[in-house]
T-cell receptor, first 116, second 113 residues
Framework: GAVVSQHPSWVICKSGTSVKIECRSL??????MFWYRQFPKQSLMLMAT?????????EQGVEKDKFLINHASLTLSTLTVTSAHPEDSSFYIC????????????FGPGTRLLVL | DQQVKQNSPSLSVQEGRISILNCDYT??????FLWYKKYPAEGPTFLIS?????DKNEDGRFTVFLNKSAKHLSLHIVPSQPGDSAVYFC????????????FGTGTRLKVLA
């Protein structure tokens, strides 16, 4: 149980294009999903908290218009990197917290983004 | 300001021996702590957690100890196995808050056969 998937697992795009990453909780409902990014050999940095049916809460320094988050259902959150640039290249990971309670976050396998 | 720190970037342990990974935090409002294991290019896998009302939690080969006064927690793995080789992250959160996690910087564990 508590499986989270991400799609795509990796993506290469040209600078200036937008990329959408999906995060799905497969066997549970998630009222809250979280988006992280990780640079090589660094920690996971929380970007935003995504709540179903409401606007996402962004961490300090994360551009809302750059990283669009939509949490349209209890099993799906999407992160869109708009007008991607090479510095956006990173490993993006989502996690989900069960709607039924509990504090543990279950993580997806991550999406590697390379912007050329 | 790094609220959660793992001061040892790497650790090597002989197979069968105990691995001890350490984590320090500065925010006294944290009341829930977790350890995750992570392989390159994969998402973190939950290992074990502990609430601030406890000082120890055990699950199989994994035991987490919490010292609130020192704002320190540790993960013990015994016996260590080569398959335990990975990067280990500790994370902390405030239960009454947004449930968001603050991750430490990670410790790369290498278990030698």
């Amino acid at each position: 149980g508590a499986v989270v998937s991400q799609h795509p697992s990796w993506v290469i795009c040209k600078s200036g294009t937008s990329v959408k990453i999906e995060c799905r909780s497969l066997d549970f409902q998630a009222t809250t999903m979280f988006w992280y990014r990780q640079f090589p050999k660094q920690s996971l940095m929380l970007m935003a908290t995504s709540n179903e049916g409401s606007k996402a809460t962004y961490e300090q320094g994360v551009e809302k218009d750059k990283f669009l988050i939509n949490h349209a259902s209890l099993t799906l959150s999407t992160l869109t990197v708009t007008s991607a640039h090479p510095e956006d290249s990173s490993f993006y990971i989502c996690s989900a917290r069960q709607a039924s309670g509990g504090e543990t976050q279950y993580f997806g396998p991550g999406t590697r983004l390379l912007v050329l | 300001d790094q609220q959660v720190k793992q001061n040892s970037p790497s650790l090597s342990v002989q197979e069968g021996r105990i691995s001890i990974l350490n984590c320090d935090y500065t925010n006294s409002m944290f009341d829930y702590f977790l350890w995750y294991k992570k392989y390159p290019a994969e998402g973190p896998t939950f290992l074990i957690s502990i609430s601030s009302i406890k000082d120890k939690n055990e699950d199989g080969r994994f035991t987490v100890f919490l010292n609130k006064s020192a704002k320190h927690l540790s993960l013990h793995i015994v016996p260590s196995q080569p398959g335990d080789s990975a990067v280990y992250f500790c994370a902390a959160s405030e239960r009454g808050g947004t449930y968001k996690y603050i991750f430490g910087t990670g410790t790369r564990l290498k278990v030698l056969a």
